[in-house]
Each structure stands twice: as C-alpha cells, then as structure tokens.
C-alpha cells in the first residue's frame, strides 16, 4: 500500500530503492538525463506508478512511474501530469509498454 503522502517523499524513498535515473519523453524513447540511454517501451517495463492528487488545484496532478530496464541495468522515474496537464509524448510511450504487455 502507498502510504507516502507526497511527490517528493515518493520520489526521494524510490531513489533509495535503486531508482536514480529521471526520465524524460524524447520523440518516442525515454531519454535519462545521467546517461546517454534513450530506451525504447520494448526496453523498459513500469514496475509500479504512484497517483498523487493536489488538495484544490488540478495542475498539482501528477503519475509518477518507476522504471526498469533490465538490458541497460538500469532503474529510474518518470514523472507525468495528470489527465488534461498529460504530456502527450509520455501517454504515446506509456500506450505502446501498455500494449506491448496486454497484447
């Protein structure tokens, strides 16, 4: 059960846990900002997401994802806006791992 009440208290704990690699959307890769990886949703797999809510405010919405690639050794996050504040790059490349694993 997730009982870390914000963002960056999750974000801080999965760092602890081997997740030190921050994500970001690149076209259709996640590209990390500490290596030169950019990896492909067949090179990844999400292996939990985190919803937070802000208390009043709709753009304090967010997804946070922790990643691993088991090809590049490698562990990281994501972070992504919630509904309508979505990074369109992000959803594309979430679509396809999530296609990729239900298909």
Do not use: C
Request: hydrophobic fraction near 35%; proline fraction near 4%; charged fraction near 20%.
């Amino acid at each position: 059960m997730h009982t870390l009440t914000t963002l960056s208290e999750t974000l801080e704990q999965l760092k602890k846990a081997g997740y030190t690699e921050d994500f970001n959307p690149h076209g259709q890769y996640l590209a990390g900002q500490r290596s030169a990886i950019q990896l492909a949703p067949d090179e990844f797999v999400v292996d939990a997401h985190y919803r937070f809510e802000g208390p009043t405010d709709p753009a304090d919405e967010a997804v946070l994802y922790a990643i691993s690639s088991a090809r590049f050794n490698l562990k990281g996050t994501l972070v992504n806006g919630y509904g309508m504040y979505s990074d369109a790059a992000t959803d594309t490349i979430l679509a396809a791992l999530q296609a990729k694993t239900t298909g």
